[in-house]
């Protein structure tokens, strides 16, 4: 139990162009979901954090406008990443909770814009 | 900005070693003490969540144990193998927001 999917796995895009994650609780119904990135030798950092049917709550430093956060449902969870340029090339990575103490990760996409 | 450690960086043991790492965070104002288990292009795995001080959590030959008063967390492997092979992460909760800091994780390597 407690699976969490992401969406695509990899992505290269143009720089300019806008780029959807998606991020899905399988089995369970996530309250809350969560977004990090983490860049080549650092720690996973947290983004944002969203909550079922509200606007999500974006960490200093985290551009609201670029990362546009939906949590349409109990179980989805997107991250658009607007506009994309070469320096948001990272790893995105989501998590859910349904309630409990433990956080469940999705395998992360890694995006390359070009 | 809180500071989460993780020591060692990375690790080479050989099958059937016993291996420990650590990982220290705020001594003050915790919550609770996440362990993760991360193997390349995979989810990273829930190993234990850890809130009380003094506790000690046990799955199979992994272990960890938790000190809130100075700071510090010990993972245990007995007996490695080479599916432990994978890249140990902790986070640390400081309230009930659910919000986790990560260390950098230390990543080992087991040999056969």
Redesign the interface.
């Given at each position: 139990g407690a699976v969490?999917s992401q969406h695509p796995s990899w992505v290269i895009c143009k720089s300019g162009t806008s780029v959807k994650i998606e991020c899905r609780s399988l089995d369970f119904q996530a309250t809350?979901m969560?977004w990090?990135r983490q860049f080549p030798?650092?720690?996973?950092?947290?983004m944002a954090?969203s909550n079922e049917g509200s606007k999500a709550t974006y960490e200093q430093g985290v551009e609201k406008d670029k990362f546009l956060i939906n949590h349409a449902s109990l179980t989805l969870s997107t991250l658009t990443v607007t506009s994309a340029h070469p320096e948001d090339s990272s790893f995105y990575?989501c998590s859910a909770?349904g309630g409990e103490?433990?956080?469940?990760?999705?395998?992360?996409t890694r995006l390359l814009v070009l | 900005i809180l500071n989460v450690e993780q020591s060692p960086q990375s690790l080479h043991v050989q099958e059937g070693d016993s291996t420990n790492f650590t990982c220290s965070f705020p001594s003050s104002n915790f919550y609770a003490l996440h362990w993760y288990r991360w193997e390349t292009a995979k989810s990273p795995e829930a190993l234990f969540v850890m809130t009380l001080n003094g506790d000690e959590k046990k799955k199979g030959r992994i272990s960890a144990t938790l000190n809130t008063k100075e700071g510090y967390s010990y993972l245990y492997i007995k007996g490695s193998q080479p599916e432990d092979s994978a890249t140990y992460l902790c986070a640390f909760r400081g309230g009930s927001n659910y919000k986790l800091t990560f260390g950098k994780g230390t990543l080992l390597t087991v040999n056969p």
């Amino acid at each position: 139990g407690a699976v969490v999917s992401q969406h695509p796995s990899w992505v290269i895009c143009k720089s300019g162009t806008s780029v959807k994650i998606e991020c899905r609780s399988l089995d369970f119904q996530a309250t809350t979901m969560f977004w990090y990135r983490q860049f080549p030798k650092q720690s996973l950092m947290l983004m944002a954090t969203s909550n079922e049917g509200s606007k999500a709550t974006y960490e200093q430093g985290v551009e609201k406008d670029k990362f546009l956060i939906n949590h349409a449902s109990l179980t989805l969870s997107t991250l658009t990443v607007t506009s994309a340029h070469p320096e948001d090339s990272s790893f995105y990575i989501c998590s859910a909770v349904g309630g409990e103490e433990t956080q469940y990760f999705g395998p992360g996409t890694r995006l390359l814009v070009l | 900005i809180l500071n989460v450690e993780q020591s060692p960086q990375s690790l080479h043991v050989q099958e059937g070693d016993s291996t420990n790492f650590t990982c220290s965070f705020p001594s003050s104002n915790f919550y609770a003490l996440h362990w993760y288990r991360w193997e390349t292009a995979k989810s990273p795995e829930a190993l234990f969540v850890m809130t009380l001080n003094g506790d000690e959590k046990k799955k199979g030959r992994i272990s960890a144990t938790l000190n809130t008063k100075e700071g510090y967390s010990y993972l245990y492997i007995k007996g490695s193998q080479p599916e432990d092979s994978a890249t140990y992460l902790c986070a640390f909760r400081g309230g009930s927001n659910y919000k986790l800091t990560f260390g950098k994780g230390t990543l080992l390597t087991v040999n056969p």
